[in-house]
Each structure stands twice: as C-alpha cells, then as structure tokens.
C-alpha cells in the first residue's frame, strides 16, 4: 500500500516540478510573459517621455511666442517714435534753411545798407573837414576816405581806432589836469585857511590875547615878589601883555599878566587883585587864556 503511495507522490512531485520549469521557462523566454509586460512598461515610458517633452515644447513656444509678440510691440513703439524724430528733425532741417535763407537775404541787404552808408561817411563833407581838422591840429594820422576805395571799411575802422587812442589819451589828460586843479583848490584852500589863522592871531595879537587853545604849566613860583614863569613863548603863540588864568582843580586861582615872551617861556606878573586870599600860585598850576578859562 505505502509502495503505491510513495510511487503516487514521486509522480505527483515530478508532474508538478515539469509544470514549473515549462511556466517558469514559458515566463522567462524571449517571447515570453515576463519580456512582453517589460516590452509595454517600456513602452509606456517612452509614450509617457513623449508626452512631457511635448507639454514641454508647448509650453516654450508659448513663452516664446508671448516674449515674441512684446518684442514686437517694443520694436513698433521705437519705430514710431524714432520716425517721429526723424521727421521733427526733417522738419527742423527745412526751418533752418527757411531761416538761413532768410538770414542771408537779409545779410545781403545789410551788407548793402552798410557799405551805403560808408560811402555817404565818405562824401559827407563836415565829417572831412572835421578829420582835416583834427589832422592838422593833433597830429593824428588819419587815412583818407574816398568811396570809390575797396578798403574803405578798413579805413574807417583805422580812423576810428586812432580817434578812440587819441580819445583815451586826451581823458588821461583830463584826469591830469582835474587832479591838478584838486591840488591846487586843496593847496589854496590850506592857503587861505593859513592867511585866515595868520589873520587872526595877528588880530589877538594886536589886541594882546594869547591863543584860547593855550595850556601849559607854572615851572618857577615867586610870590615874593609876584613873579611866575610859565613853559610857553613864541612858539606857543603867547603874546606880551595878554592876560593868563592860573587853574587849580578846576577853579581860577588869580590872573597873571605876560611881561616877557621868550621863544618857550613867559615871564609873568601876578595881577593881585584877582589873587584870592591865602592862595600863592604853585610851581605845576595849568595856565590857560583868561577867555577860555570858563570852558575848563
């Protein structure tokens, strides 16, 4: 019995064993199971690759196409403007012809105007005799004007620069003489003042006053005998016999009377009678003119 089964199982194990290797071979063969569903994941991936690159492509071109289309209306928005430039500028080309046209017309015209008017300069007769004049009289080196002369402008305009130099020349003479005359105005205005000064002090001193702008000082006291010496003379302007005011903090101590004038000295006498009591006059008393004594 267990022959039969052993022997059963051993040909149940071989039929199964030569089922596998014929589906396992069956699988794994060049045409098989396995390399057909490797052949459609294959594929699959290619058509999925295809697919992207596609969307890929899709969407560049589209990019494109849009950065295309601002380029475009970029490049027809320069356009538009630079054709504008051009033809302002056109426009501006014509307007300076226009104008220069008209500016050469008109130089024309001057220039007529002009040599005209040099010729009339040329035949004008008081205008050559005035030349004539200042010719003969200043020495000037004047060229002559005749209107048929091709120079004629050049020589006006050397006429003109020598009048202009002799112009400049006769205002720095001007000035010359002004500042001269000034001088001079100043000088006998000095002069006058002086004769006034001289004038008057030859007055005060007539009428023996000593100048009212005297100050000086007592430089010998002797009141013994009423005597006083004071450090101004001739050159100080004291005059013999005019009266002096002794000054001691600020009030009149006597008067003195001049006797002598040395050439910076004065001998004075005291005038007692305006001596107040129990005051000497002191060696440094300010002496001024008794008519200026109320003002120091």
């Avoid at 720095?172 to 500042?179: D, G, I, K, S, Y």
């Avoid at 006083?228 to 050159?235: H, R, T, Y």
């Avoid at 910076?264 to 006059?281: A, F, H, Q």
Wanted: charged share 30%; net charge negative.
């Amino acid at each position: 019995m267990w022959k039969y089964l052993t022997l059963v199982s051993l040909v149940l194990v071989a039929v199964a064993a030569f089922v596998f290797y014929r589906t396992h071979t069956g699988m794994s063969a060049a045409q098989g199971e396995v390399a057909a569903l490797q052949a459609l994941v294959d594929t699959a991936a290619a058509k999925n690759k295809e697919v992207f690159m596609d969307r890929t492509i899709a969407a560049y071109a589209k990019l494109r196409g849009a950065w295309l289309q601002g380029r475009k209306t970029e490049v027809a928005e320069e356009k538009t403007k630079y054709e504008q430039q051009i033809a302002d500028g056109k426009a501006e080309i014509e307007r300076l012809k226009s104008e220069l046209e008209s500016l050469g017309s008109e130089a024309e015209e001057n220039k007529k105007r002009l040599n005209q008017t040099l010729q009339d300069m040329a035949s004008n007769e008081e205008l050559n005799k005035f030349l004539e004049e200042v010719r003969d009289k200043d020495g000037i080196e004047l060229l002559e004007m005749n209107p048929e002369d091709p120079n004629l402008l050049e020589n006006i305009a050397s006429n003109l620069r020598a009048l202009e130099a002799k112009k400049v020349e006769l205002a720095e003479e001007n000035t010359r003489v002004e500042a001269e005359i000034n001088l001079l105005s100043k000088r006998k205005t000095d002069v006058t003042e002086q004769i006034a000064a001289a004038e008057a002090l030859a007055k005060e001193r007539q009428a023996r006053i000593s100048p009212k702008e005297l100050n000086c000082r007592v430089v010998v006291s002797s009141p013994d005998w009423d005597y006083v010496i004071v450090d101004a003379g001739l050159d100080d302007g004291v005059v013999i016999g005019s009266h002096l005011a002794v000054i001691r903090d600020g009030k009149k101590i006597c008067e003195l009377a001049v006797t002598l004038v040395e050439k910076s000295r004065s001998s004075c006498d005291i005038v007692l009678n305006t001596l107040k009591t129990g005051e000497r006059v002191k060696v440094g008393d300010r002496i001024v003119s008794v008519r200026n004594e109320n003002k120091q």
